[in-house]
């Protein structure tokens, strides 16, 4: 008896106990147990290799009449997108063999959905281009895997939007005769490299590009054989993403079968139930907009999928559809908290849950107050990367927290490169400072790298970090965790700046490569400044001109815009007569100067839409700093 009530004691107490010890017990737990599961789960995957693509066809067999997508007027079925998808498939067989790789270049449409999955049906790869980039940055992109140096070959194919052109947006600035002239731009290369191109309508009359849509409508809807796919193992590459990574031109991260799974599930992890109706308005060459396509299939779930993100459409769109999962980046929140003020209520809308990141702590709580009881859902992963956090408590301004089967490895940093003690080991950092985020090389961590690109993939890597031997990734990111365990974002070292506009990484040696090819300037030196009430930088080049050489805002707008992605296109240009002190530490300084007339002796210009660059004048500055001017 006496110990039947201890028993009962101890378990009363014990909830306490654990609470005081550690206040988020319950929800550390309750992660534990979907960490193992999803563990078990893809341990079966890699037994007996399982692809989403499998996971779509099985949820087709059992709701084929569930609504999958829905975009503006139209509606499909699991049914109907499988069909649509094997009409594209058989359109293509012709052309591509298993193995091949398919690059998409398309806008946010139904065909993007169908032509990826076209591509995994015929065993392919699909490459996802981002439609911002031009000339040799794109050509860039077909190089990246080709097929002498690599089993996987570019077989072909470059979509353009068959559609009207759209409007020009902040995110989503690319219309259709866009894409059809960037693509004409490098044609002449891109039939040397012997790559065949096709345009979503029914006629081409350009030479060197066929026509794509017709042959759809004509091909037939039968299932394509399983045997296409029969070589695939979880470590073939499922789809390549471009990221600007570090330095220089885009780079394929190399997304096996094995990454979309744990990416799904990382999205599954945060609570996305089969009722679920997701809202997609991010790219979908985009890590962020791919990823919530591939957990729609596992789940089974319908996708509402929008042409570009809208601030004033946002909760209409949501409303009318039933929206219960939203998606973000950290500007689309402040876009939405920035939006006025309306008469019908803001929180009247079936949003329970975000997923996302990138959201600042005063965005988060501002957009909770307004817009009511969403479970914001943080999640941290470079795309390339093999380490990533959740943020499943739902903490403010966290973007993910260790736990007791997950522990972070942080070391400590100095500027730009890791410290390392006398032996040449790198040190952990102290809880509570900022650290570099590595993480570790192995079985289940696997970094899979750029595709023919192992200069850049050794770039990533640290050796011999704790001890002689071990390896490791290096994300490039800072990071803090707290004595809790959370983890927030500091900030991100290297030659990139996550740009305000749409949460891009921009390369900064890329844009200043571009810079000096212009015929009046020696020297550039590229890097993002701070805008107050902006996430992310905006980009600003310092610039040495050739010797009796005018500074030409025109001429270098005209460059500019002919060859870097907006979001990639300095905002400000400051002149130097010099450029004094060695690369790194002189970018900081710049960056920190930022670009304040009154601070800055050298001339500064700034980027007037449609005018070129224009002197800099305290007025313009100060509306920006007040926000009346948006950039
Ligand atoms: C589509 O089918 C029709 C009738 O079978 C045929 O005449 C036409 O050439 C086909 N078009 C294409 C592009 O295959
Ligand atoms: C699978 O691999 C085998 C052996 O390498 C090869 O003969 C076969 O053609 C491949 N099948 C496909 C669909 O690629
Ligand atoms: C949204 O939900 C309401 C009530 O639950 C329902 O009446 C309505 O038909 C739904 N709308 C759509 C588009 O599913």
Same mark, same amino acid.
Request: proline share 3%.
């Given at each position: 008896?006496?110990?039947?009530?201890? =028993?009962?004691?101890?378990?009363?107490?014990?909830?306490?106990?654990?609470?005081?010890?550690?206040?988020?017990?319950?929800?550390?737990?309750?992660?534990?147990?979907?960490?193992?599961?999803?563990?078990?789960?893809?341990?079966?995957?890699?037994?007996?290799?399982?692809?989403?693509?499998?996971?779509?066809?099985?949820?087709?067999?059992?709701?084929?009449?569930?609504?999958?997508?829905?975009?503006?007027?139209?509606?499909?079925?699991?049914?109907?997108?499988?069909?649509?998808?094997?009409?594209?498939?058989?359109?293509?067989?012709?052309?591509?063999?298993?193995?091949?790789?398919?690059?998409?270049?398309?806008?946010?449409?139904?065909?993007?959905?169908?032509?990826?999955?076209?591509?995994?049906?015929?065993?392919?790869?699909?490459?996802? /281009?981002?439609?911002?980039?031009?000339?040799?940055?794109?050509?860039?992109?077909?190089?990246?895997?080709?097929?002498?140096?690599?089993?996987?070959?570019?077989?072909?194919?470059?979509?353009?939007?068959?559609?009207?052109?759209?409007?020009?947006?902040?995110?989503?600035?690319?219309?259709?005769?866009?894409?059809?002239?960037?693509?004409?731009?490098?044609?002449?290369?891109?039939?040397?490299?012997?790559?065949?191109?096709?345009?979503?309508?029914?006629?081409?009359?350009?030479?060197?590009?066929?026509?794509?849509?017709?042959?759809?409508?004509?091909?037939?809807?039968?299932?394509?054989?399983?045997?296409?796919?029969?070589?695939?193992?979880?470590?073939?590459?499922?789809?390549?993403?471009?990221?600007?990574?570090?330095?220089?031109?885009?780079?394929?991260?190399?997304?096996?079968?094995?990454?979309?799974?744990?990416?799904?599930?990382?999205?599954?992890?945060?609570?996305?139930?089969?009722?679920?109706?997701?809202?997609?308005? /991010?790219?979908?060459?985009?890590?962020?907009?791919?990823?919530?396509?591939?957990?729609?299939?596992?789940?089974?779930?319908?996708?509402?999928?929008?042409?570009?993100?809208?601030?004033?459409?946002?909760?209409?769109?949501?409303?009318?559809?039933?929206?219960?999962?939203?998606?973000?980046?950290?500007?689309?929140?402040?876009?939405?908290?920035?939006?006025?003020?309306?008469?019908?209520?803001?929180?009247?809308?079936?949003?329970?849950?975000?997923?996302?990141?990138?959201?600042?702590?005063?965005?988060?709580?501002?957009?909770?107050?307004?817009?009511?009881?969403?479970?914001?859902?943080?999640?941290?992963?470079?795309?390339?990367?093999?380490?990533?956090?959740?943020?499943?408590?739902?903490?403010?301004?966290?973007?993910?927290?260790?736990?007791?089967?997950?522990?972070?490895?942080?070391?400590?940093?100095?500027?730009?490169?890791?410290?390392?003690?006398?032996?040449?080991?790198?040190?952990?950092?102290?809880?509570?400072?900022?650290?570099?985020?590595?993480?570790?090389?192995?079985?289940?961590?696997?970094?899979?790298?750029?595709?023919?690109?192992?200069?850049?993939?050794?770039?990533?890597?640290?050796?011999?970090?704790?001890?002689?031997?071990?390896?490791?990734?290096?994300?490039?990111?800072?990071?803090?965790?707290?004595?809790?365990?959370?983890?927030?974002?500091?900030?991100?070292?290297?030659?990139?700046?996550?740009?305000?506009?749409?949460?891009?990484?921009?390369?900064?040696?890329?844009?200043?490569?571009?810079?000096?090819?212009?015929?009046?300037?020696?020297? =550039?030196?590229?890097?993002?400044?701070?805008?107050?009430?902006?996430?992310?930088?905006?980009?600003?080049?310092?610039?040495?001109?050739?010797?009796?050489?005018?500074?030409?805002?025109?001429?270098?707008?005209?460059?500019?815009?002919?060859?870097?992605?907006?979001?990639?296109?300095?905002?400000?240009?400051?002149?130097?007569?010099?450029?004094?002190?060695?690369?790194?530490?002189?970018?900081?300084?710049?960056?920190?100067?930022?670009?304040?007339?009154?601070?800055?002796?050298?001339?500064?210009?700034?980027?007037?839409?449609?005018?070129?660059?224009?002197?800099?004048?305290?007025?313009?500055?100060?509306?920006?700093?007040?926000?009346?001017?948006?950039?």
């Amino acid at each position: 008896m006496a110990a039947l009530i201890i =028993a009962f004691t101890v378990l009363a107490v014990l909830p306490l106990v654990l609470y005081f010890i550690n206040p988020y017990f319950w929800e550390d737990f309750k992660f534990a147990v979907t960490l193992i599961r999803i563990g078990v789960r893809l341990n079966q995957i890699g037994k007996k290799f399982y692809s989403v693509l499998d996971c779509f066809l099985d949820k087709v067999a059992s709701h084929p009449h569930k609504t999958f997508l829905l975009f503006e007027e139209s509606s499909y079925s699991y049914s109907q997108a499988d069909k649509e998808s094997s009409k594209a498939a058989r359109a293509l067989s012709g052309c591509l063999e298993p193995g091949d790789t398919v690059a998409l270049l398309l806008g946010n449409e139904p065909m993007f959905v169908f032509l990826w999955l076209a591509a995994a049906k015929l065993g392919c790869t699909a490459a996802l /281009l981002n439609c911002n980039l031009r000339s040799k940055s794109l050509l860039h992109c077909f190089s990246c895997c080709d097929a002498k140096e690599h089993i996987v070959k570019f077989g072909f194919l470059l979509c353009t939007l068959h559609r009207h052109g759209l409007r020009s947006h902040r995110f989503s600035d690319v219309s259709s005769s866009d894409l059809k002239a960037a693509v004409e731009e490098i044609l002449p290369t891109l039939k040397e490299q012997g790559i065949r191109v096709f345009i979503l309508s029914e006629h081409c009359d350009v030479e060197g590009i066929e026509s794509l849509s017709d042959k759809i409508n004509n091909a037939s809807d039968e299932p394509l054989s399983p045997q296409l796919r029969a070589n695939l193992t979880l470590k073939s590459p499922a789809l390549y993403i471009f990221t600007s990574g570090t330095t220089g031109l885009p780079k394929a991260a190399v997304i096996d079968h094995d990454r979309i799974w744990k990416a799904t599930f990382l999205q599954f992890m945060v609570g996305v139930r089969s009722d679920d109706i997701v809202y997609i308005n /991010l790219p979908l060459y985009h890590t962020a907009g791919i990823f919530t396509a591939g957990v729609s299939l596992f789940v089974g779930i319908t996708i509402v999928l929008r042409r570009k993100f809208s601030a004033s459409n946002f909760w209409d769109d949501c409303r009318k559809h039933n929206v219960t999962v939203i998606q973000y980046i950290g500007e689309i929140m402040r876009y939405l908290c920035n939006t006025p003020k309306v008469k019908i209520s803001t929180k009247d809308h079936k949003v329970r849950l975000a997923v996302g990141n990138g959201i600042r702590a005063d965005a988060w709580a501002e957009f909770l107050q307004r817009f009511g009881d969403i479970r914001v859902c943080e999640c941290y992963g470079a795309t390339e990367g093999n380490a990533g956090f959740v943020n499943y408590i739902g903490k403010i301004g966290a973007i993910g927290k260790e736990h007791f089967l997950y522990k972070v490895r942080k070391q400590q940093i100095l500027k730009e490169e890791p410290v390392r003690d006398s032996k040449g080991f790198c040190m952990e950092v102290p809880v509570g400072e900022t650290g570099l985020l590595i993480g570790k090389i192995g079985k289940g961590t696997e970094f899979t790298g750029y595709a023919k690109n192992k200069q850049q993939t050794e770039k990533k890597k640290l050796r011999d970090v704790f001890v002689k031997g071990d390896l490791y990734f290096n994300s490039g990111d800072l990071l803090r965790i707290d004595k809790e365990g959370f983890v927030y974002f500091q900030d991100r070292i290297g030659d990139t700046f996550r740009s305000v506009w749409k949460g891009e990484n921009v390369a900064t040696t890329e844009v200043a490569d571009h810079l000096v090819m212009l015929d009046s300037v020696e020297e =550039a030196n590229v890097y993002g400044v701070k805008v107050p009430g902006h996430e992310g930088r905006i980009g600003m080049a310092a610039l040495r001109l050739k010797e009796n050489m005018d500074f030409d805002g025109k001429a270098i707008y005209q460059h500019v815009k002919n060859c870097l992605p907006s979001y990639a296109r300095p905002r400000f240009i400051r002149l130097q007569v010099k450029m004094t002190g060695t690369y790194k530490p002189m970018k900081m300084k710049l960056a920190e100067e930022g670009f304040n007339p009154a601070v800055i002796e050298n001339p500064l210009f700034f980027l007037q839409d449609g005018q070129g660059y224009i002197p800099m004048t305290q007025e313009i500055f100060n509306s920006i700093t007040e926000g009346s001017l948006r950039l």
